[in-house]
């Protein structure tokens, strides 16, 4: 079983995929990344895509399951992509699977039926709001580095992403 999910905060904004490879109870691969710029559709497509290119031939993982209900109708090839990236996407992950000689079948489920899925829709979230943050951070006061939103006692502030400064800005909004 593969569990993708893609999430952005807006249309088109920062954003970002999870998924997760399962052989019975055993997850053998998951990962979590975040997108410059991106939709909820190109980010689960993406999501795919990473999915099945750690596949290998004779790998019995053909089902693929993703939060969003558009990306498994045009993978399943029962609409058209309008866009000309996401019917890139399309293609690209067409000839992935032939080329592996995988016959996925795509599945939509909604969330909250498997605990699997609402896992990956959790991971996928939490990535595209890190690419929002990141997308939005202000530079460090002192070294001018990426901040990062930090929870303290006092609320949450920015705060420098190098280990060793002690930079912070006072955070005034966030998603
Ligand atoms: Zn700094």
């Known amino acids: 079983m593969i569990y993708v999910s893609g999430q952005a905060t807006g249309n088109p904004s920062p954003a970002g995929y999870a998924f997760r490879v399962k052989q019975g109870h055993l997850i053998l691969r998951e990962r979590q990344q975040t997108l410059t710029s991106g939709n909820a559709l190109s980010a689960t497509l993406i999501g795919v895509r990473d999915a099945l ?31 000309p990236a996401i019917h890139a996407l399309v293609t690209e992950i067409q000839v992935l699977t032939a080329q592996h000689g995988l016959n996925p079948e795509y599945v939509h489920l909604l969330p909250e039926t498997d605990p699997d899925l609402d896992e990956i829709i959790r991971l996928s979230e939490d990535s595209a709001r890190l690419a929002w943050r990141t997308a939005n951070s202000p530079a460090c006061p002192r070294c001018g580095d990426m901040m990062t939103i930090h929870h303290s006692r006092g609320g949450k502030l920015w705060k420098c992403s190098t280990d060793t400064c002690s930079g912070t800005l006072r955070l005034y909004s966030s998603p």
Do not use: F
């Open 53 to 83: 290119q750690g596949l290998t031939q004779g790998d019995p993982y053909t089902i693929v399951m993703t939060n969003h209900a558009l990306s498994v109708d045009l993978l399943n090839k029962s609409s058209v992509a309008r866009s």
